[in-house]
Nanobody
Framework: QVQVAESGGGLVQPGRSLRLSCTAS????????MGWYRQAPGKERELVAN?????ITTYTDSVKGRFTISRDKNRGWLQMNVLKPEDTAVYYC???????????????????WGQGTQVTVSS
């Protein structure tokens, strides 16, 4: 089994910064990609940023130039600068990985989600 945990959310004023953290632990053979999603009330969950095992990053247009995704082994971060009220949402970490299967079976690809962390941008 694999566990994913996020931290770092909170209440912040517009224009300020927050840094979210994500840690994956458990039966991990390798991580293919790590992504940050967010879901605002009444809206669908959307991809905010993603980083592959080759360190290729992608961002949704609304956060380009303000957010930076990074990763080191089983930990990832989302640095969020110049926050806006429209960034308010629950932020989720998604880990696309190869899960270690014991008993001689090959690793299997699977995605895991964290429980989410609330980010509120308000004056």
């Amino acid at each position: 089994q694999v566990q994913v945990a996020e931290s770092g959310g909170g209440l912040v004023q517009p224009g300020r910064s927050l840094r979210l953290s994500c840690t994956a632990s458990g039966s991990i053979f390798s991580i293919q990609a790590m992504g940050w999603y967010r879901q605002a009330p009444g809206k669908e969950r959307e991809l905010v940023a993603n980083i592959t095992s080759g360190a290729i990053t992608t961002y949704t247009d609304s956060v380009k130039g303000r957010f930076t995704i990074s990763r080191d082994k089983n930990r990832g971060w989302l640095q969020m600068n110049v926050l806006k009220p429209e960034d308010t949402a629950v932020y989720y970490c998604n880990v696309d990985l190869m899960e270690r299967i014991y008993g001689g079976m090959p690793p299997r690809r699977k995605q895991y989600w964290g429980q989410g962390t609330q980010v509120t941008v308000s004056s």
